[in-house]
Each structure stands twice: as C-alpha cells, then as structure tokens.
C-alpha cells in the first residue's frame, strides 16, 4: 500500500510518499502554491504517477485538542482532495511537526534558504511516519 502524506499550507505544501510496503516515509517534494485547486491537482498528479491507495492531510491541531480555523481549512481542502482525486483522505494531528522538522534541520545544519525550501516536505515526513506507526 503506497500513502501519500501531505503539509498543506498557506503558501507551501510539504509531499512525502511511503515506500511501496507502506513501512517508511521519504520526502518527495514542496509544493510552492497558493491556489488550492492546483495544488490538489498536482497531487493528483503525484498519485497517479506513484499509484497512491491513500491520502494522510496533517490536521493542525490545536494544543488544546481542538479544531480552529486552520484546521477547518485543512478538512475543507482534504475533502476536495479526496472528492477530485477519489483516493481515501484520513488526517494525522501533526501538533508541533514543523517544530519536529525544526529541530531536525538544526542537527543537520541546513538553514536559511534551503532550509524554508524543505521544511515543510521534512514536516510531511513526519505526519506521514506517525500515521504509519500509528496504523501498524
């Protein structure tokens, strides 16, 4: 089973893809986009090009546990994903992923440009991953 993880942004869109078993996530791309229906057009590039059975959306979670105004954002996105592409969307809380992805961007000295370049993909990664152990 091959999972598509996705960082949807206001203006970056972090892309991870799992390896074929579905065991591992690995980066793929950043999407630098505004518009939400190309966006979710080049994802649906990127499925059909990897043959992707499911999309992970990381939910931006409150620290509370609540669902704010991103979030609602976000569920409006993955079901016009998930309407267009007709692959599965589930959401992942991705509370303090870029933070994650901040702190290992640190450990490997990348900043500045290159580092605004990838966080989001490393932050997609990351959602991905723990959707993955979260579901084995």
């Given at each position: 089973m091959r999972i598509l993880g996705v960082d949807f942004g206001n203006s970056r869109t972090g892309v991870a893809i799992s390896d074929e078993l579905g065991l591992t996530a690995q980066p793929l791309e950043?999407?630098?986009?505004?518009d939400?229906?190309?966006?979710?057009?080049?994802l649906m590039v990127i499925a059909k090009e990897n043959n992707i059975d499911e999309i992970v959306v990381g939910m931006p979670v409150n620290m509370d546990?609540?669902?704010g105004a991103r979030a609602i954002i976000t569920r409006k996105f993955g079901e016009k994903l998930e309407e267009k592409s007709e692959i599965?969307?589930?959401?992942m809380d991705e509370r303090l992923?870029?933070?994650?992805a901040g702190?290992?961007?640190n450990e490997c000295d990348v900043y500045g440009k290159k580092r605004k370049k990838i966080i989001d993909m490393v932050s997609a990664v990351i959602i991905?991953?723990?959707?993955?152990?979260?579901?084995?």
């Open positions: 950043t999407i630098t986009e505004r939400k229906l190309v966006i979710i057009k080049r546990g609540t669902l599965p969307v589930k959401y992923s870029t933070v994650s702190g290992f961007l991905l991953q723990n959707y993955i152990d979260k579901n084995k």
